[in-house]
């Protein structure tokens, strides 16, 4: 496709350009495309992930758009997505203005806020389970009653503990983004409010918040299409229980294709993750502004 | 049904292979690895004490065939179930596939990944004669051998801890009316009457297979093993399940019980920490509250028992339920150097003298016909001749559900029984959905 650019005569000097892209471009259509097309063509098939593969048409895909599983997994999917971010947001956004700032102390604060992150979802899935055990763990060891509750045995209190502990290891994440955010923003701006009289809430309703609004859409967007695809914690912690209280889409594309043997259905629920996925992709950028390269500084 | 026995959840699941296996592997490769005459490869479970004698008897095999080398790699049990389905679904199966028989050796049947194994045994008669009879259900399939028995017979028992019995002053009990009168008795005195790794869901679906057996006979799961139409309705299956609602609702089994995951041992622990008065658990557990327990078993704490009959049921009490057998197969995509080790394996390193023994030691009944002999010099002699006696008079041994169903079918039983203990479903919708997926 360069060739074709550095044909028209004038594009000699950028030909070399495109060429970069080729190695992003080779992994994207080898692991994303790809798997991707690989994926589909299953959701028409009928395969049990050993023997042959047979084409059954839309056999598949009845039997997942019938199954009273589907909304269930699609409306927790939703909710850990929706709580998930409602808890995350204020509390990054919060954290990453604080660790804004320059003081010994904060910088300091945020090395040990950073601490969840550079544990395995794995191994936090593990830890909380251990210490959330209603007989054994930190309630049972304490001798605290209300530390001691089946944590992980209610339908309510397992789902929310999963967004707790989603919460508790991405929160660092996203508050170092805001940090990233809020340092960008021009310190004239503060200075002007600062004559005009604003006091701290003021400036940051007014300058920090409205600042960050792209910092917001890429945030959300990683919080968002990250809790669709949520699986490793929530198959450790509860494999997706107790009944399917916290059976998550990507748990139960898992449960159909891996432990039910019926690749068919489970790639029909990944094609329906993907095109989730895009259109709240999509959704978000349009919330952005038409505009996403527009400048930030428009009448500063 | 499956032996778990391993705390390292965490490495199974991190990533398809875990550490622990790639160690496992290095460590048993021995002294003559590489050699001339090729290696075939094994994939077995973790966890001890069963992993010690597994790897020991390829450690002697290997010795002993310095030329026709295995090469061992092991799994935590949760992870061994989905990396092994999806090695063979990519061609990258091990030689020796190390399995529980029923539906699952089926699947791999009929997708052409195993040997048929027939011939063999009829040229090597001394082979399959040594080995229970009774094995062999659960690795035939239409009418052909597929896997070779090994291993010991694991019958689910009803353990009991004898040390809170006194406590409380109450005895064993002797039907399904005594177990729900037991149930306030402990409750009463802060313990809780069953421990249950509810979040395993197999552990669950032994209480399933008990009554069922118990209240209408083994009949009525035979009906869906064979994919009778609308099997699951029958009136002992509503009987039963609403049972064992009944000793939910009676707060019988432990609180937290559907977070507990039976691969910690934590259902275990509870029985030896006098946290829970009883539990129903494969008799694999012996060996593991052996291990873990203190003086538990040593100190005469632990009792055993077979699943008490019900009021007017139809069930043999005699009869039990379990694995009959572990089984191992040979991958048809291996090479027929590689089979030809495995079949030397099967011939001269599998349930030898020495395993056998070390099968006893771990309070296990190995299948090799005349080991009961050797039962009553062990410590263990009052186990061992026990479940002997359950595995050797049991006029019906049923295989675990989920492994005698298809994988398809088992999810679905699973996933519901999760449901069932959870009285999100009630019978008649455990029922319900469970005719849909018979014989699928």
Redesign the interface.
């Known amino acids: 496709m360069s060739t074709l650019t550095g044909s028209t005569g004038r594009g000699d000097r950028r030909g070399i350009l495109p060429w970069l892209a080729v190695p992003a471009l080779l992994f994207f259509v080898g692991f994303a495309v790809v798997p991707l097309v690989g994926v589909l063509l299953l959701s028409f098939t009928t395969w049990?992930?050993?023997?042959?593969i047979h084409p059954s048409g839309l056999t598949s895909w009845r039997a997942v758009l019938t199954d009273p599983g589907l909304p269930h997994a699609l409306w927790v999917t939703f909710l850990v997505m929706a709580v998930s971010w409602a808890v995350q947001t204020p509390a990054s956004i919060l954290l990453g203005t604080f660790l804004a700032g320059r003081q010994r102390y904060r910088a300091v604060l945020s090395l040990i806020y950073f601490v969840p992150l550079l544990l395995?979802s794995?191994?936090i899935a593990?830890a909380y389970?251990a210490l959330?055990?209603?007989?054994?763990g930190l309630g049972a060891g304490l001798g605290t009653e209300w530390l001691s509750k089946?944590?992980?045995?209610r339908?309510w209190l397992?789902f929310g503990v999963v967004v707790f502990i989603v919460s508790w290891q991405f929160i660092p994440f996203h508050s170092l983004i805001y940090q990233g955010g809020v340092q960008q923003i021009p310190r004239s701006l503060y200075e002007a409010a600062e004559l005009d009289g604003a006091g701290r809430i003021r400036q940051f309703f007014s300058i920090t918040l409205p600042q960050l609004k792209y910092t917001i859409i890429t945030s959300s967007t990683l919080m968002v299409i990250g809790s669709l695809t949520f699986f490793?914690l929530i198959?450790?912690l509860?494999?997706g229980?107790?009944?399917?209280a916290t059976r998550v889409l990507a748990l139960d594309m898992y449960?159909?294709g891996?432990?039910?043997?019926?690749m068919g259905p489970a790639s029909a629920i990944a094609v329906v993750l993907v095109l989730m996925g895009l259109a709240i992709a999509l959704l978000l950028r349009r919330l952005g502004g038409r505009d996403a390269g527009e400048s930030q500084l428009e009448g500063a | 049904m499956e032996i778990h026995l391993s705390r390292r959840?965490?490495l199974g699941?991190?990533a398809g292979v875990p550490a622990s296996a790639a160690l496992a592997a290095c460590g048993s490769s021995g002294p003559g690895k590489g050699g001339d005459g090729g290696s075939a490869t094994y994939w077995h479970l973790s966890g001890q004490p069963q992993e010690g004698v597994r790897t020991g008897a390829v450690e002697r095999f290997n010795d002993a065939n310095p030329k026709g080398q295995i090469q061992v790699t092991t799994f935590e049990n949760d992870a061994y179930?989905?990396k092994i389905?999806?090695a063979?679904?990519a061609g990258k199966a091990p030689t020796i596939i190390w399995g529980w028989g029923g539906g699952t050796l089926r699947?791999?049947v009929?997708?052409?990944?195993v040997d048929d194994l027939t011939p063999w045994f009829d040229q090597n008669p001394e082979i399959k004669n040594r080995l229970f009879p009774s094995s062999f259900g659960a690795a035939t399939v239409d009418g052909r051998i597929y896997a070779m028995p090994f291993e010991s017979v694991e019958p689910i028992v009803l353990f009991y801890n004898k040390r809170v019995f006194d406590d409380v002053g109450v005895e064993p009990p002797q039907s399904w009316d005594d177990i729900m009168a037991l149930v306030p008795r402990f409750n009463a005195a802060g313990i809780a009457p069953f421990s249950l790794g509810?979040?395993s869901r197999w552990t669950n679906m032994m209480w399933l297979e008990f009554l069922f057996d118990r209240i209408g006979g083994p009949e009525v799961f035979q009906a869906v093993f064979d994919g009778e139409k609308d099997a699951w309705s029958h009136p002992a299956a509503i009987d039963a399940l609403t049972k064992v609602q009944d000793l939910v609702k009676a707060d019988g089994f432990?609180?937290?019980?559907?977070?507990?995951t039976a691969d910690s041992n934590?259902d275990q622990?509870?029985l030896y920490t006098d946290?829970a008065a009883m539990m129903l658990h494969g008799s694999w557990s012996y060996g593991i509250q052996q291990t873990e327990g203190g003086d538990f078993v040593s100190g005469g704490g632990l009792g055993f028992m077979n699943f008490p009959p019900v009021e007017g049921g139809k069930g043999d009490p005699g009869n039990s339920v379990g694995n009959p057998a572990q089984y191992l197969s040979i991958s048809s995509k291996a090479s027929a150097e590689q089979k030809k080790i495995a079949k030397d394996f099967f011939a001269t390193g599998v349930l030898t003298d020495a395993e056998v023994k070390e099968w006893i030691g771990t309070g296990a009944v190995p299948i090799a016909k005349g080991s009961e002999k050797l039962l009553a010099a062990s410590e263990s002699a009052e186990f061992l001749q026990f479940v002997y006696g359950i595995a050797s008079n049991a006029k019906t041994f049923g295989q675990s559900w989920d492994q005698a169903l298809?994988?398809?079918a088992?999810?679905?039983l699973l996933?519901n029984i999760?449901?069932l203990f959870?009285l999100?479903v009630s019978p008649q919708q455990f029922t319900d959905n469970l005719n849909e997926v018979i014989g699928k």
């Not at chain 1, 959330?132 to 054994?136: G, Q």
């Open positions: 049990d992930g050993i023997g042959d395995s794995a191994a593990v389970k959330l055990d209603p007989n054994f089946d944590w992980l045995g339908p397992a490793d198959f450790v509860t494999e229980g107790p009944g399917d449960k159909r891996f432990q039910a043997n019926l | 959840t965490l699941l991190a179930k989905t389905k999806t063979i679904g699947s791999y009929e997708a052409d990944q509810g979040q432990i609180k937290g019980f559907s977070s507990i934590a622990a509870l946290k298809s994988p398809t088992a999810e679905t996933d999760a449901r959870q999100s």
